[in-house]
């Protein structure tokens, strides 16, 4: 299995960007996708993921982000409005996949938010 992502990029505070990440495998065999963030100096943390029926953000997103899949195409995407500076992070897409739910990871991509 194989996540990439794009999207990412510079943008001023209050601005949008939107992020996408394709995947590579059998559609049947994928379970949640979604979004985990790395600000500099800090820990991982999970931004937004997407199942069937269930969608969940992070308290810090709510109302600015909004995730959306292709469950078709195998992609997931992040639309991110109203940026402020502290969702500058690295953003990394994830997916579980197979019989043992096991997690997969893109390479990542830098969002930076200037003031």
């Known amino acids: 299995v194989q996540l990439v992502e794009s999207g990412g990029g510079l943008v001023q505070a209050g601005g949008s960007l939107r992020l996408s990440c394709a995947a590579s495998?059998?559609?049947?065999?994928?379970?949640?996708m979604g979004w985990y963030r790395q600000p500099p100096g800090k820990q991982r943390e999970l931004v937004a993921q997407?199942?069937?029926?269930?969608?969940n953000y992070a308290d810090s997103v709510k109302g600015r982000f909004t995730i959306s899949r292709d469950y078709a195409k195998n992609t997931v995407s992040l639309q991110m409005n109203s940026l402020e500076p502290a969702d500058t992070a690295v953003y990394y897409c994830?997916?579980?996949?197979?019989?043992?739910?096991?997690?997969?990871w893109g390479q990542g991509t830098q969002v930076t938010v200037s003031t």
């Open positions: 994830y997916a579980k996949y197979g019989l043992d739910n096991r997690d997969y």
């Open positions: 997407i199942a069937p029926s269930t969608r």
């Open positions: 495998g059998t559609v049947s065999s994928f379970g949640s």
